[in-house]
């Protein structure tokens, strides 16, 4: 491949009018006249399609598989990602496992270079913003062999500042690495709500001043690395029972409760420089009484983030597939109030023919204005710039051997790991087991489909670290809601083991009795909470409990070193667990977690 500032000098020429002397510009503004000259040379269509972050089907920028060759042309009618750029001349591109774009560390550095390429061979060519999920823990999109931290509410329970820090700058690096120079992480909701069916363990807590801490310290991470971090989801997803991606969630919060609650983490992003901030698709009277989404809210998200906070970075829509945006206008008119809203990036449309058109529409009959477009677009190359893509667009092979799931960023995340398990309930020390007295043990418990790209299932994850570490475990999936035959399986099985650990999962009745019975045989039994650490308050009968936050390998193997004693629990709960007969008493207060010294 040529070196990377011989094919800029020969595309586009952008490199030449925004470097001085090969620095990078680290301070945003300085060099707005020179980006401002790039707007000024754009023809309107390049002015829309720079606002737009889209997905696309494929792991190769020119030459994906026929099944995602026709996804492409049933969903954006083109055939691959260089296509839809010509067309487009799209800013952004977003990456998915399921659209393929994430098969391996390699690849994704190979389909980045290729898109970037394809974009800056183009007439006034610029660098494209490369995005994607990775928050860890339940929500990522590049998997193994890359390095897989636990989620936020785990780095919650371990409540380090530093091992936020760390997991954002390690994980950025890597991001670098394969040309994703945006991450839509970290969550800074508070998850107030424990029937939240969205947010859930994604937050880190339900204390807004501890939320904020790690907010801030996980910007620093990937900020540091060169990523953009973005806060999300504005102006806070944290005490909601309905899912956004399936309908239009209300917040009922007062502006005080606002204030003192979801505002503080985002503050404390914005202190912290952050780079892009996402906004929620969600109904919040006490800040817009028009019934608006905050997406498509100027008093959100122009007059409270823009003018009361002071944020002047890039916002960006979740993404406006979703039916919390779509219910109360089409999807030829979200777009354009979007922008007039406040927003700069249009994220993943449902039909970006639609959206696009109709945002060129709106500019050509004078409701949106050219200067509107151009605010947007200052704030997407200067964030652009001060992450260097004008001179370093292209990644190449050999970050990813450097930096890609080395051993050392895989023992920080294990290390990480350890600090975040939370014992809730060890009745008559039955933890640490002893290899000497429980030698045999039985898993079985809920398996989910495993998250991340890890390994899975988790029952099979328990019982090859408990057996790396001395024990003799066999695995039974019994999913997340056993039949009676299931249960009796499980029983039956149970008299043969010393001990059984069982996988819950949002424990449901099923499960429920699963453990009920299991607990009936005699055995001692471990319960572990593979996701919500609220399972808990339904397991009354259970003598020892911990709670993981998520099914990721790196979690769960954290969880089999500590139930072996081969590591200490440190967690604690960061947030309360409400007694099951008494949802308005805490069984659990935040703060609450068992050592092995007491």
């Known amino acids: 491949m040529p070196s990377r500032r011989t094919v800029l ?102 389909l980045s270079d290729g898109i970037q390429k394809a974009s800056l061979h183009q007439p006034r060519g610029l660098p494209v913003l490369i995005s994607t999920d990775q928050e860890h823990g339940i929500v990522c999109r590049v ?58 363990v994604r937050s880190f807590g339900a204390d807004p001043r501890a939320v904020a801490g790690l907010v801030a310290a996980e910007v620093g991470g990937y900020q540091g690395a060169w990523v953009a971090a973005t806060a999300k989801h504005f102006p806070g997803h944290g005490d909601t029972a309905v899912d956004s991606h399936y309908g239009f969630p209300v917040i009922t919060h007062s502006r005080e409760l606002w204030e003192t609650l979801d505002a503080v983490p985002f503050r404390a992003a914005v202190r912290a420089g952050i780079d892009s901030v996402m906004t929620a698709h969600i109904q919040f009277p006490a800040l817009d009484p028009s019934g608006d989404p905050a997406t498509l809210s100027h008093p959100i998200l122009t007059g409270i983030l823009r003018g009361e906070l002071g944020y002047d970075g890039v916002v960006v829509t979740d993404s406006l597939g979703m039916e919390g945006v779509r219910q109360k206008y089409g999807d030829d008119r979200v777009p354009v109030l979007a922008l007039k809203a406040g927003v700069d990036q249009l994220l993943n449309p449902p039909s970006l023919d639609v959206a696009w058109n109709a945002v060129l529409k709106a500019v050509q009959v004078g409701e949106l204005t050219e200067a509107r477009l151009d605010e947007s677009i200052l704030r997407i190359l200067r964030l652009k710039s001060r992450l260097r893509l004008f001179e370093e667009p292209y990644v190449g092979q050999g970050g990813v051997t450097r930096t890609v799931g080395t051993p050392a960023h895989l023992a920080a995340a294990d290390r990480i790991a350890e600090r975040t398990t939370t014992l809730l309930v060890n009745e008559k020390r039955l933890l640490p087991l002893s290899r000497l007295t429980h030698r045999k043990l039985l898993v079985v418990g809920a398996d989910p489909a495993s998250p991340s790209g890890t390994t899975g299932p988790p029952t099979g994850v328990l019982a090859a670290a408990l057996t790396e570490l001395g024990f003799t475990a066999t695995a039974l999936s019994t999913g997340t809601a056993p039949s009676a035959a299931t249960v009796a399986q499980a029983v039956a099985s149970a008299r043969d083991a010393d001990a059984v650990i069982v996988g819950t999962y949002n424990i449901t009745a099923a499960q429920k009795a699963l453990v009920e019975q299991l607990v009936a045989t005699g055995r001692p039994v471990v319960a572990v909470a593979i996701r919500n650490p609220y399972d808990v308050a339904q397991l009354p009968t259970v003598p020892a409990c911990l709670a993981t936050y998520s099914w990721t390998d790196v979690e769960l193997r954290a969880a089999a070193r500590v139930i072996a004693g081969k590591a200490a629990p440190r967690g604690r709960l960061p947030v309360p667990v409400q007694r099951a007969d008494d949802p308005a008493t805490a069984l659990y207060p935040v703060g609450y977690g068992l050592s092995y010294g007491r």
């Open 143 to 200: 998997g193994e062999p890359a390095t897989l931290f636990p989620g936020a509410m785990a780095i919650g329970a371990g409540g380090s500042r530093k091992d936020a820090r760390t997991l954002g700058r390690i994980a950025g690096q890597e991001l670098r690495a394969l040309g994703i120079r945006q991450n839509y992480s970290p969550v800074a909701d508070v998850n107030v709500n424990p029937a939240n069916p969205v947010i859930g």
């Open 9 to 110: 000098a020969a595309t586009a020429g952008v490199a030449a009018t925004l470097a001085v002397s090969g620095t990078a510009y680290a301070d945003d503004k300085k060099d707005d006249k020179k980006l401002r000259s790039l707007i000024s040379r754009m023809t309107l269509e390049e002015k829309v399609g720079q606002l737009f972050v889209m997905r696309v089907y494929g792991h190769s920028a020119t030459a994906p598989d026929q099944a995602d060759i026709d996804a492409n042309l049933k969903e954006i009618g083109v055939r691959t990602a260089a296509e839809m750029i010509a067309r487009y001349r799209v800013g952004g591109i977003i990456y998915f496992t399921w659209a393929h774009n994430t098969r391996d560390p390699h690849q994704i550095a190979d």
